[in-house]
């Protein structure tokens, strides 16, 4: 098979199951493809434009496989890839290290890491927030121990988050389109959300674009959240309602928010988000590093060698 791997990633080849009949070939995911490349069988694509995967799905005409590196494989559906590929998605390989920004920011918070940002800067020995102190003040998050923590969004990310904000001593609740029990934490649907959000000391949203995900939080939900809440977005950017939590922010009814995702990117440096009370922006930084994608090549590989075979592979991440 020749398979296109992008120079945006260095992938461990004696880790991806190559035959000797494989030929890999490396490509910028920013160029078009070279014509003498329209014959791939497999495209691996990490990092690429829309614009090239559109090129890439109008020119290879016997690709098999596409496997999207992304967690999601919105933009290589969105491509018009030949229907008889399939595609696959990166979901998984990505968990760690956004449930880990996840809780860098909810920590980030709690520990009033910004203000003694400015302390710092002003040279000032702020007191008032070391020595002793109560574990659990009057109106205030200061510690992820017993902090009531809802996950809204709990695929493979928000399982991975919910593991470490439970290591740190809090109540977790996910939040999905199915009640029920899942990996050792109780799940409820969205039409449940209103008996918890007013005991929410942290909102996590992880959930991907859809037209049913189309700003959903906003102001009906942010009221039901008690004033010392703080809420993180390590998700997409399309489901807030920016306007709204702005006006929660500055009106001091939200502890605090913290956004990886906005619904422009890059951020245009006149956007109000930017100046906006209490709120933490990061440049879409929680992903970005596909933990042993190594291992998910290998198995569709090794899936679609069987069913070129004639037998039935099984592929992991389908998602067509």
Known sequence: MKILTPTSITLDESKLGLTDQDQLVSYDPQENLAPEHYDADVLIAW????????????????????????????????????EEAIIASGSGLHSLTVAEHALALTLNFIRFLPVLAEEQDRSHWASELGGAQELHPEGKVTTLLDANVLIWGFGSIGKETARLFKAFGSHVTGVARSEGNRNGFPVITEDQMGEYLPETD????????????????????????????????????????????????????????????????????????????????????????????ESLIAQNLEALRKDLAGGRGEYRNKMN
């Not at 809420?231 to 922010?249: C, F």
């Not at 890059?266 to 933490?280: D, Q, R, S």
């Open 47 to 82: 990092a690429n434009t829309n614009e090239q995967l559109k090129d890439a799905a109008a020119h290879l005409d016997q690709v098999k496989l596409v496997q999207a590196l992304l967690a999601g494989p919105d933009q290589a559906r969105a491509a018009g890839f030949r």
């Open 202 to 293: 942290v909102l996590v949203m992880i959930l991907p674009t859809s037209d049913k995900t189309e700003q959903v939080l906003n102001a009906e939900v942010l009221k039901q959240l008690p004033a010392r809440a703080f809420v993180i977005n390590v998700g997409r950017g399309s489901t807030v309602n920016e306007p709204d939590l702005m006006e929660a922010l500055n009106g001091g009814n939200l502890a605090g928010a913290a956004l990886d995702v906005v619904s422009q990117e890059p951020l245009p440096a006149e956007h109000p988000l930017w100046g906006t009370k209490n709120l933490v922006i990061t440049p879409h930084a929680a992903g970005g590093r596909p933990v042993d994608p």
